[in-house]
């Protein structure tokens, strides 16, 4: 065990044995009893407003209807649905829009208007079609460089920088875009309105293809109602919309706040991370629509477990005990069960409470082969959270491959993937979970995303108390370099790790696309919870600023 403060490391005796319990010092709960407050009757939705919601959404749709035969107003209409967080009222007209500019006769080879191009490319590829980036060789010059002149349009370049983000590997004409709009666009800053500069900064921060949907909807509805060319009924139904789902999610994470407290496993288990409502925010960012309550429900509850499960492996247990917990989790075994100490029997106790709830209702659903696949990855889970544990109690700095197969595993996203095909209803056939759970490309890329954002940012406060050395340390031992040049390498793998997802969501795709976008999401959710630092563990500050900002502000209409 690595040595640990005495003041935050309680100890304990197994046989003659003093075992040293290393503690993090996590800070508590953010929320306490927040969400606990509101009565049931104050999320209840509105009639009158959902009512007005239905009338705006008759007039979207002949907006829709009217726009078709108006190609570049479509595809704007498109945009500023998707980035106001309404168009998953329309995916049945939004896919037969974009199926039209696939093959519309007006938008062809001679259109070329920057802005336009990178536009349609955006929205066509994030949707799997896979359009040629050639569409930009017409802006190069004759010495293969972007033409100066396009740094004078500045929504041209915004649009092309974004499109650049669509990229796959090989695909050079993509990244030279890329450096040529992120170089011009930082230098472009100082010489905007305050306005503009925050648009483009909120752009080089992270391209609008790597955000979290929910959370770019709160954003984009403040700066559209800033738009002189804004549409007040699109802006009203954002707003109602938002507010009413708002509603949904509240109801969510209070029933997820009531089952919390009264198993009291915090109390119970207190040196571990309590983060209920940041797990639940993970759902949020896996699938926001009112459809896929129960997967969120379900990431809220089992996701909040196996960081119980993390931090026993990586704090709490003795490597006598962690073995103990492994064939008991392996086996669902209640002969190991009754060797295990106490506060791993309340843990198990919770897990298996858990699984029988949810083993009973997808029973009634008929779905025991669904459930048989999320116990599998349970255990898949506490299998690599033993074998890194192993790895810290021997002193093993094992090779970035042989990390990334184990933590891609231990990065708990497999299991989201799993938990997020539960709540998708029938889409998610028995192929799909064969699909899934052996770990495809697009699943190892967006756990690698995920292990890899949180190594970087957690780094140092892991090492300091005492952890399995993560991808930066194996890195740096790999390869013989220093901390912060580990750090750059493996951001760099992050950047190509983006353009594998890139590809594997681009037509033809083993499973129906809608099943590839919880899995992205994942990534989206890394690449937010893990900008600065490792938000999910340290939610006090940005972390619980985002989360108040669509659970609680509300928007007056």
């Not at 690599?384 to 990065?411: C, H, R, T």
Request: aromatic residues 10%; charged residues 25%; glycine residues 4%.
């Amino acid at each position: 065990m690595a040595e640990v403060n005495s003041s935050t490391a309680p100890s304990s005796k197994t046989g003659d044995r003093e075992i040293i319990r290393r503690s993090a010092d996590y800070h508590p709960s953010v929320w306490g009893d927040h969400f606990l407050a509101s009565s049931p009757e104050d999320l209840v939705p509105n009639v009158g407003v959902q009512q007005r919601i239905e009338e705006l959404k008759k007039e979207v749709n002949r907006k829709l209807n009217l726009a078709s035969n108006e190609p570049m107003e479509e595809i704007n209409l498109i945009d500023t649905l998707q980035r106001l967080g309404i168009a998953y009222h329309f995916e049945k007209e939004i896919g037969e829009a974009l199926q039209r500019m696939i093959y519309d006769a007006q938008i062809d080879a001679n259109d070329d208007n920057l802005y336009d191009i990178a536009l349609r490319f955006r929205l066509l590829r994030q949707q799997g079609y896979n359009v040629s980036a050639d569409v930009f060789s017409k802006f190069k010059d004759k010495t293969g460089r972007f033409k100066a002149n396009l740094t004078s349009d500045l929504q041209g370049m915004l649009s092309l920088y974004e499109a650049s983000h669509l990229s796959v590997r090989g695909e050079d004409i993509l990244d030279e875009a890329l450096v040529f709009t992120s170089t011009h666009l930082k230098t472009m800053m100082n010489h905007l309105t305050s306005s503009l500069a925050a648009q483009v900064g909120h752009a080089l921060e992270l391209p609008l293809h790597k955000r979290v949907h929910r959370i770019e909807t709160k954003h984009y509805i403040s700066v559209y109602q800033e738009e002189k060319t804004r549409m007040e009924i699109l802006l009203e139904f954002a707003k109602l919309d938002f507010n009413q789902l708002q509603l949904v999610h509240r109801r969510e994470i209070r029933d997820l706040s009531k089952w919390w407290k009264d198993i009291d496993i915090t109390t119970k288990l207190p040196f571990a991370r309590d983060r209920l409502v940041e797990c639940y925010f993970w759902g949020i960012g896996v699938y926001f629509e009112p459809q896929y309550a129960l997967g969120r429900i379900l990431i809220g509850k089992i996701i909040s477990i196996a960081t119980i499960i993390d931090d026993i492996y990586d704090l709490y247990g003795s490597p006598e005990e962690l073995q103990l917990f492994n064939e008991a989790i392996q086996g669902w075994d209640h002969g190991v069960i009754d060797q295990l100490p106490e506060y791993m029997k309340v843990c198990f106790h919770e897990i298996e409470n858990l699984f029988n709830e949810i083993e009973a209702e997808m029973n009634k659903e008929e779905n025991f082969l669904q459930f048989c696949y999320l116990k599998q990855e349970l255990k898949n889970l506490v299998r690599a959270y033993f074998d890194e544990a192993q790895w810290f109690n021997n002193g093993y700095v094992p090779k970035l491959e042989e990390y990334l197969q184990i933590s891609m595993v231990s990065s708990v996203l497999s299991l989201f993937n799993v938990i997020a095909y539960i709540g998708m209803g029938k889409i998610a056939t028995k192929e799909a979970f064969d699909w899934v759970t052996s770990l495809p490309k697009l699943s190892r890329s967006s756990c690698i995303i995920g292990r890899l954002m949180d190594d970087i940012k957690s780094n140092k406060f892991e090492q300091k108390r005492g952890h399995v050395s993560s991808s930066v340390q194996c890195y740096m031992k790999e390869y013989d370099v220093a901390e912060e040049e580990a750090c750059e390498k493996l951001q760099k793998m992050v950047a190509m790790t983006w353009k594998d997802i890139n590809k594997e969501c681009l037509a033809p795709t083993p499973v129906p696309f809608p099943l590839l976008i919880p899995i992205v999401n994942l990534a989206r959710m890394s690449e937010l919870m893990y900008m600065y630092e490792d938000g999910f563990t340290n939610s006090s500050g940005r972390t619980k600023e985002i989360i108040a900002s669509f659970l609680i502000d509300r928007y007056a209409v």
